[in-house]
């Protein structure tokens, strides 16, 4: 294959490099993956409005992201199982990130652990907390307080894992079986092998092995991959509490929880469907950017993920309100295709497709976008009264055409 030239080309190369079950692991959604294909729909019913005549000669994509600058509006994504990816591959995306100048959020279910990564990877890392058990997370935060993390994202969309059909047709779940199947694709995939090999072979997830209080309870909490159902809003008070730094809440996708998110004293929250990994039939949360923009008022960042694969749709999230994109897969294929430096070829092809879409809208800055470069969809979804619709009006150009009431 030539070289890549866009995210797409790097999962081409992540499909031929990783063995079957790692990349439908990646790749997959729940069900029926209808949401797979919505998520890329709802950046499809956008079209751009370009103004013209403007001296866009000299262009910066740099924006303020939590009171701290970003070179671009972009963070990476927390995913687990990194390590099976590429060898010690939160450490590679971490670099990456930094040498982009954007964060990277670093999982609970990661492979390597957070005081380690805290210590061999620089620029600005978050931590991602799920909550499996309650003790396991009070430790999880503590640990994460001490390694200096500024940034907390609590995960709130796995209230149980989302039925992944492409997983269980794979036999792909934890702890990983060497199955006469995993070894002949192993075999069939001799780079991604020999890298495992000489890397200690099948990573554990570090954050829970090297806890200090974890207990056995917990431990098998995680082997089971459940999540602690009974988290709820009184619990995120509790965790405000105890975390002093950034909290922001992931997977958020309706505008009263975005404002009570903001209530109990988050600084933001990521507008998320988990990549369309957990319910099928989950909005894209794309759609609810202009309502969750309303309902916060300016109070916290807004962060949107799921779907994100061209510079254009983050450029459409921005206009419609995000403050930041963060990328899920499109850098899992690139660390899949050619670890640090594939993760670091991605987003510069992200970041290229911001710049090229900024110049071509008119822009010279993030903060030039607006509503008003962007036209919704025809008027027959308006029919069916989809939450997009509300933008149709015939003067497309002001930036009051996404606060029309619905019809
Ligand atoms: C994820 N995601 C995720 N989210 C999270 O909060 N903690 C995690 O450990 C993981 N693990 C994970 C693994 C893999 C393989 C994927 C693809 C995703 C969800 C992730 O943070 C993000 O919300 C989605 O990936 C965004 O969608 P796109 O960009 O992948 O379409």
Not at 111 to 127: C, H, I, K, M, P
Not at 285 to 291: I, N, S
Not at 350 to 359: F, G, M, S
Request: glycine share 8%; net charge positive.
């Amino acid at each position: 294959m030539p070289s890549p030239i866009n995210v797409e080309d790097f999962r081409e190369l992540a499909r031929r490099r990783l063995p079957r079950r790692l990349f439908d692991y990646i790749d997959g959604g729940a069900e029926d993956e209808r949401g797979l294909r919505r998520n890329r729909e709802a950046f499809d019913r956008f079209t751009f409005l370009p103004r013209r005549l403007v001296d866009v000669s000299t262009r910066d994509a740099a924006t303020q992201l939590l009171g701290r600058s970003v070179a671009a509006p972009l963070a990476i994504a927390p995913t687990g199982l990194n390590g099976l990816i590429w060898p010690h591959g939160d450490i590679a995306l971490a670099r990456a990130a930094q040498r982009a100048g954007i964060p990277f959020v670093m999982s609970t279910a990661s492979n390597v652990s957070l005081e380690r990564l805290a210590a061999e990877a620089g620029g600005d890392l978050w931590f991602q907390l799920y909550v499996l058990h309650r003790d396991l997370a009070d430790d999880l935060v503590e640990r994460a307080v001490r390694a200096g993390y500024r940034t907390l994202v609590v995960t709130v969309d796995v209230t149980l894992n989302g039925k992944r059909e492409r997983d269980m047709r794979n036999g792909f779940a934890l702890p990983l079986r060497y199955t006469p199947r995993v070894v002949l694709d192993a075999v069939r995939h001799p780079r991604w092998t020999y890298a495992l090999l000489r890397a200690g072979g099948v990573p554990s997830l570090e954050n829970i092995a090297s806890g200090s209080k974890s207990n056995v309870q917990a431990k098998a909490a995680l082997l089971r991959r459940q999540m602690d159902a009974s988290f709820a809003w009184e619990d995120l008070r509790r965790l405000r509490d105890r975390w002093p730094h950034r909290l922001i809440v992931k997977g958020i996708l309706r505008a009263d929880d975005a404002a009570r998110s903001i209530e109990f004293g988050a600084d933001g929250v990521v507008l998320s469907n988990h990549g369309a990994r957990q319910l099928d039939d989950a909005v894209a949360p794309l759609d609810v950017l202009t309502p969750v923009k309303n309902a916060c008022a300016g109070r916290g960042a807004i962060m949107m993920d799921s779907g994100v694969r061209r510079g254009s749709d983050v450029v459409k999230a921005v206009a419609l309100g995000a403050d930041a994109v963060l990328l899920g897969r499109a850098t899992l294929y690139g660390l899949a295709a050619a670890g640090e430096a594939g993760a670091l070829h991605v987003i510069d092809i992200v970041k290229d497709e911001i710049d090229r879409t900024l110049a071509m809208l008119g822009c010279r800055t993030i903060a030039d976008l607006s509503p008003g470069h962007l036209l919704a969809a025809g008027a027959r979804m308006a029919d069916r009264g989809a939450p997009w619709t509300a933008a149709v009006a015939p003067n497309a150009d002001s930036d009051a055409i996404f606060d029309a009431p619905q019809r």
